[in-house]
């Protein structure tokens, strides 16, 4: 099948791990992205003057001692740390850093959208929405998708194609607001949680109180599902100012220095696979993330490891 490199679509934390695991198998492996670093939801955001915003994934927990001994070895080489007690780690000096940890050392290319899958003899070539080839020399013998299964289910629609489950997932939006400000920390705590589905703010965290971050106030706060979804196609710039208006009802804030919002589409997933991940031999097409296991990075990471085993099975 192809030439026996395998392409990944989607540099989050799934397609990292299955990058990893197949890359020290021995396999020849390409992870294309359409963003402009790796990461995925996993992600950390710059402003102005140095700020760092982690402004998706806040943190991540160890439950699996596969997963566990991932994080032990980069909280040993200072890529994690702990944060705020109840388990909860995160990436130093961002949420990517452990994504891109596991993606040292392999052919990573950003910036480039795969919009189209084609068979080729028993290969598979990729290219963008519009046509243009990507690793054009290259026939891949495997495509594993990691990216948000409406994505994914894109691109299998563009060669044809069907992994029965894909379709079933189901994700909620998320509106995410980036802000830094002179006015005091959170008084008692790093984290206010707040469960109410009819609230605007479902979570907001001091990120300069993760280890690795530069001191400052900065504040991100996630949007709770029902209101980002009720608001999910209004611009950035107004979404900003009427969450800056909801945080202010919640805590102190002082004069704002920046603020920024990003929306996630696909920020959580609702309702999963129930499946660790998804495998058509005879294709060589497989998918992998949370959309399998559940909304967790844990869950991601363990998912795109059991889709790279399932493909070094074959070869067993």
Not at 18 to 24: F, K, Q, T
Not at 25 to 46: E, F, L, N, Q
Not at 194 to 214: F, H, M, Q, T, Y
Not at 218 to 230: G, N
Request: charged share 25%; with cysteine; proline share 6%.
């Amino acid at each position: 099948m192809g030439d026996g490199t395998i392409a990944i679509v989607g540099a989050g934390i799934a397609g990292a791990a299955a990058a990893r695991r197949l890359s020290d198998a021995g396999r020849r492996v390409v992870v294309i992205d359409k963003g402009r670093g790796p990461g995925g939801r996993m992600a950390t955001r710059r402003g102005p003057d140095s700020l760092r915003f982690d402004h998706g994934a806040q943190y991540f927990t160890a439950r699996d001692p596969r997963f566990a001994a991932l994080v032990e070895d980069w909280t040993a080489r200072g890529v994690a740390g702990a944060w705020g007690g109840e388990g909860r780690h995160v990436g130093v000096p961002g949420m990517s850093a452990p994504v891109g940890d596991l993606l040292d050392g392999i052919d990573l290319r950003c910036g480039r959208a795969v919009g189209r899958l084609a068979r080729e003899g028993r290969g598979w070539r990729l290219a963008e929405a519009d046509g243009t080839a990507l690793a054009k020399d290259t026939a891949f013998s495997h495509v594993l998708l990691t990216c948000p299964s409406p994505q994914s289910l894109a691109l299998l629609a563009s060669a044809d194609q069907h992994l029965p489950g894909v379709a079933e997932v189901r994700y909620a939006p998320c509106w995410t607001l980036m802000l830094a400000h002179d006015g005091p920390p959170l008084p008692d705590s790093s984290v206010r949680e707040d469960r109410d589905p009819e609230a605007v703010l479902a979570w907001i965290a001091r990120n300069d109180s993760k280890p690795g971050r530069e001191d400052g106030s900065t504040l991100v706060a996630h949007a709770s599902p029902s209101w980002s979804r009720a608001n999910l196609e209004c611009t950035a710039d107004d979404v900003a100012e009427r969450l800056v208006t909801a945080l202010r009802d919640r805590i102190p804030v002082g004069e704002i220095r920046h603020r920024a919002a990003h929306r996630w589409r696909y920020a959580a997933v609702e309702r999963a696979v129930g499946e660790p991940c998804l495998f058509a031999p005879e294709t060589g097409l497989g998918f992998a993330g949370d959309g399998c296991l559940g909304p967790r990075v844990e869950f991601a990471c363990l998912s795109g490891l059991a889709l790279a085993e399932r493909v070094l099975a074959e070869g067993a």
